[in-house]
């Protein structure tokens, strides 16, 4: 869960049949909404270079936040944070700058995000992140809106997320 080891040891991986429960992990997935759209209007190659910027600024306040990049899904991502407090501060940060209004990188987003154990496994020779906890944090896009971040019953019972949004 450190970027710092997922930079230097990028190819390294868990041996073969090889998970290791990683205990507990505060799961995010931020997804762009209208993609589909956004490349009808712009084309393939000027949507793919905004495409870029928006993976490169995801990266940049992802680590701000001390949490890593476990992979992308087409246009979505998948972070992960040992401290929810940071995930939710992250993900204020996230729905902020992906508003729609940076002629840069003019796309809005949604975010969901769950907590829970995890186990760590071999995926198409990287390490990835597999369970229900991630399971639900995925799913819990399809009930988010725009601007909008969903969070789960089991991430806002955690003491400092309860207290920071009271």
């Known amino acids: 869960n450190f970027s710092e080891f997922r ?3 990028s190819d390294e991986t868990l041996a073969y049949g090889i998970s290791i429960d990683i ?9 762009i909404v209208g993609s589909t759209e956004y490349y009808k209007n712009f084309g393939d190659t000027e949507a793919f270079k905004t495409i870029r910027k928006y993976f490169i600024k995801v990266n940049e306040i992802t680590k701000a936040y001390n949490g890593v990049i476990v992979k992308t899904i087409g246009d ?3 972070l992960s944070f040992p401290d929810p407090l940071e995930a939710l501060r992250c993900s204020i940060k996230l729905i902020s700058t992906f508003d729609g209004s940076d002629s840069e990188v003019p796309l809005t987003t949604r975010i969901s995000i769950n907590r829970g154990s995890c186990l760590a496994v071999n995926l198409d020779t990287l390490i990835d992140y597999f369970g229900q906890t991630v399971n639900v944090a995925s799913k819990l896009q ?3 809106d725009s601007g909008e971040i969903s969070l789960t019953e089991e991430f806002t019972n955690e003491p400092s997320v309860s207290g920071y949004l009271r």
């Open 23 to 31: 205990g507990i992990q505060n799961i995010l997935f931020i997804d």
């Open 76 to 78: 979505a991502v998948m």
């Open 142 to 144: 399809t009930f988010t």
């Open 7 to 9: 930079e230097i040891f």
